[in-house]
């Protein structure tokens, strides 16, 4: 039977280790794995330090992420607000539209209708579902200026000419009639700053219009009523230091003025020196009664020529009643008066009996001193008697005959004769031709 060979019998074929080169080879395979260990050991300390760092990494996240939730819950909550703020913005701006007194209406570039208000749609006479769209220039502006308005349209929506701010045109409303309309324009943007459109803010000016027309034409004639009849007017404040004048006023008085005015300080220096104490007291007369008051009075013109004027003064009273202005007119009689003083000299010197009666009283109401010289009374003696007193008692009744009949069929000449009494009691024959003036009561 063989025997099993010891392992010390194999290993004899082995070279010798020592215990010591064992213990030693041992030790060395322990330091390696306490190396091994250690980098293990420093690479889950690196590890947990990396996880500590993505755990705070995760709640700095966390954090972040429930801010940013508060902050759009914020935001969400301000974009409610404002959109609510924005609906009441938007009602009140609807309401402000809707109750405007005058027409609101948007266009966009191509001049279509985008929004009218209700005072549109009133001016218009249509209702905004038949107006929203619909061209603006072709529909309702006038053709006459419809190519000139949408020409200059054009190129404010396109920039090349700046917003025409003010103008005025007439519409053409649903039943053909017109209305006139004073625009205020803007221009609308877009949040890229282009131009959208325009808005327009329109006033009905029609009734303005007819007046300012009539007033026009009022003015006019009374300018040429003025001319015809050779008068002017005046105004000033009490305490104003300007007098307003009409054109008339400045021919008659030689002065040109494109302002329509004259300080007062050169209107108180035409007046002659002589008759400015008189014309002062006249404004302090109606100042202090209320009344107008008349006189007469002389101005020089630019060339010194003197013109006389018979002027009628008054007041004018503000809304609350109280006087506030001076108001004239006056009237150039210079020639008017120079007829009348060579009337005058003509009366005082004719050699033929002169009078002036009056109808309804049959008394003289002037004499000339031919009239007292020839039948010997004093001119006292012989105003305001009937002048019947004086006709020879046989002549009465033809006299008066004569007179009524005359002036009931409204002759303008009347020629009759008659014997007069004298004061010292002859009797003289008289040839009248007499000119009765009835509406003033009054016979030549």
Same mark, same amino acid.
């Given at each position: ?29 322990l ?13 889950l ?9 993505? =755990?705070?990494?995760?709640?700095a996240?966390?954090q ?5 939730e508060?902050?759009? +819950?914020?935001?969400?909550? =301000?974009?409610?607000? #404002?959109?609510? *703020? ?21 266009l ?7 929004s009218?208000?209700?005072?549109g749609?009133? @001016? ?5 579902? $038949? ?24 190129k404010?929506?396109?920039? =090349? ?12 409303r ?11 324009? #803007? ?6 700053g $282009?131009?959208?459109? @325009? ?7 029609t %009734? ?10 009022? *003015? ?14 005046? %105004?000033r ?22 302002a ?17 104490a ?22 020089a013109?630019?060339?010194? *020529?003197? @013109?006389?004027?018979?002027?009628e ?8 009643g109280?006087?506030?202005?001076f ?17 005058e ?19 003289f109401?002037?004499v ?10 004093? *001119?006292? %003696? ?8 004086f006709v ?16 009931? +069929?409204? %002759? ?13 009691g ?19």
């Amino acid at each position: 039977m063989k025997r099993r060979r010891k392992d010390t019998d194999v290993q004899s074929d082995q070279p010798h280790v020592s215990h010591e080169d064992e213990v030693k080879a041992i030790n060395q395979q322990l330091k390696a794995a306490n190396q091994q260990l250690k980098a293990h050991e420093q690479q889950l300390s690196a590890a947990n330090q990396q996880l500590k760092a993505q =755990q705070q990494q995760l709640r700095a996240a966390n954090q972040q992420l429930r801010a940013n939730e508060q902050q759009l +819950k914020a935001t969400n909550r =301000q974009l409610l607000q #404002s959109r609510e *703020e924005l609906r009441i913005e938007r009602d009140r701006a609807q309401q402000y539209l809707d109750v405007a007194g005058v027409m609101l209406l948007a266009l966009d570039v191509d001049g279509k209708v985008q929004s009218i208000n209700p005072r549109g749609c009133d @001016v218009l006479g249509l209702p905004r579902e $038949e107006i929203v769209g619909r061209d603006w220039f072709g529909e309702f502006i006038h053709s006459d200026v419809v190519p000139q308005l949408k020409q200059v349209f054009a190129k404010v929506v396109s920039g =090349q000419l700046a917003s025409v701010e003010y103008y005025e045109n007439d519409v053409v409303r649903a039943d053909g009639t017109h209305r006139t309309i004073a625009w205020h324009n #803007s221009l609308l943007y877009d949040a890229a700053g $282009e131009i959208t459109g @325009v808005f327009c803010s329109g006033e009905d000016i029609t %009734e303005r219009k007819q007046a300012e027309l009539a007033l026009q034409k009022s *003015e006019r004639q009374l300018a040429d009523a003025q001319r015809l009849a050779n008068i002017g007017s005046w %105004e000033r404040g009490i305490n104003d230091d300007k007098v307003y004048c009409t054109e008339q006023m400045f021919r008659i008085s030689g002065v040109d003025s494109d302002a329509g005015y004259v300080p007062l300080k050169y209107a108180e220096s035409v007046i002659h020196p002589d008759d400015r104490a008189s014309f002062e007291q006249a404004l302090q007369r109606v100042l202090k009664s209320g009344q107008p008051t008349c006189l007469e009075y002389r101005i020089a013109r630019p060339n010194g *020529e003197l @013109v006389i004027l018979k002027a009628e003064i008054g007041l004018l009273t503000n809304e609350e009643g109280i006087p506030d202005r001076f108001i004239g007119t006056c009237r150039d009689i210079t020639e008017n008066v120079k007829t009348r003083r060579e009337i005058e000299t003509i009366y005082e010197m004719s050699l033929d009996l002169m009078c002036i009666a009056d109808i309804n009283t049959a008394t003289f109401l002037r004499v000339n001193p031919a009239f007292t010289a020839v039948l010997g009374y004093a *001119e006292e %003696e012989l105003l305001n008697r009937p002048f019947l007193e004086f006709v020879h008692p046989d002549d009465l009744d033809r006299t008066i005959a004569v007179l009524e009949d005359k002036l009931q +069929k409204g %002759e303008k000449l009347i020629t009759f004769e008659n014997r007069y009494i004298t004061k010292s009691g002859d009797c003289i024959w008289l040839n009248w031709t007499s000119h009765p003036i009835p509406e003033e009561g009054i016979t030549f």
